[in-house]
């Protein structure tokens, strides 16, 4: 086996482990190790799922499809909210139909309550409350991105070294108001600090100068994967650029609505928001 096949098998059999719950599935000791649907018998809230599927297979998640990899890797991010069970549905290229069960395992979200916020706060006027819905459509557009490269499989790394100043999934509620979970991971780091792609990746936005969160940089990793990078002081990258791991693409900052000087790294499948923690932890 070549080396990058083999690399790419055995991150999708690192990835997968534990038994899969598959229904209606041929006994395993009939069936041959390629021709094996194989998925994790539970995720949690907020996690990158990987599975493992016969060449030729039909994969859907939801209402989309999945589409595997040339060693057979499939991906799908599981929200910070789904109950699950969640059901992956592979059709085989012989037209056989198999479902695996994935048990959702539950997470517990804090939520922090603010009083005394100024109301412009936390609901600015019309015309700053219009900006930010444009620039975040724009964001959102840049997510839609599906193309066949697989640099998810890499083991991700820290973009910076710091202390985790907010997680993913907490939830603030300002003047009674609540507002969206949080988003992503933020990173306490000096102003200035380099912020370095944690896996490859091509640049689909960059853009120095949103109102919520500054300069602002995502980065696709294939298959509906991507990062992006908030508050940047600095942006070393364009759109279209093709980055390598480790390479950096901006620097630490306060810019957009920050307090300090930090970084938020969001990682999202497609509309799907999901906690880069535990897709660190993944690939330890």
Not at 63 to 74: K, M, Q, S
Not at 230 to 247: E, F, M, N, T, W
Request: with cysteine.
């Amino acid at each position: 086996m070549k080396p990058v096949a083999a690399l790419f098998v055995a991150a999708a059999l690192t990835a997968c482990a534990g038994n899969a719950q598959v229904v209606a599935a041929p006994a395993a000791s009939t069936v041959a190790a390629d021709e094996r649907v194989v998925f994790p018998a539970q995720a949690s809230q907020g996690s990158l799922v990987f599975g493992k599927v016969p060449a030729g297979s039909v994969v859907r998640y939801g209402e989309r499809e999945l589409h595997p990899t040339p060693y057979g890797t499939v991906v799908f991010g599981i929200g910070r909210d789904e109950a699950g069970p969640v059901q992956v549905h592979v059709q085989h290229a012989d037209g056989r139909d198999e479902v695996a069960s994935i048990v959702v395992t539950p997470r517990d979200w804090p939520i922090e309550r603010i009083e005394g916020v100024p109301p412009e706060t936390v609901n600015p006027p019309p015309e700053i409350a219009a900006r930010i819905e444009r620039e975040q459509a724009m964001v959102a557009q840049a997510r839609l991105r599906d193309d066949a490269r697989a640099d998810f499989v890499q083991a991700f790394v820290w973009p910076v070294q710091g202390r985790i100043s907010g997680r993913f999934g907490n939830q603030r509620i300002y003047n009674g108001t609540p507002r969206a979970p949080h988003s992503g991971m933020d990173i306490a780091a000096a102003q200035g600090t380099p912020v370095q792609a944690p896996a490859a990746g091509v640049v689909t936005f960059a853009n120095p100068d949103l109102y919520l969160t500054g300069g602002t940089v995502l980065l696709d990793h294939g298959h509906g994967v991507s990062s992006n990078f908030l508050h940047l002081s600095r942006i070393d990258v364009q759109v279209g650029d093709r980055v390598a791991q480790g390479q950096v693409i901006g620097a630490v900052g306060a810019t957009g609505r920050a307090t300090g000087p930090h970084l938020h790294w969001g990682m999202n499948w497609f509309d799907v928001r999901i906690d880069p923690l535990l897709v660190l932890e993944r690939g330890k």
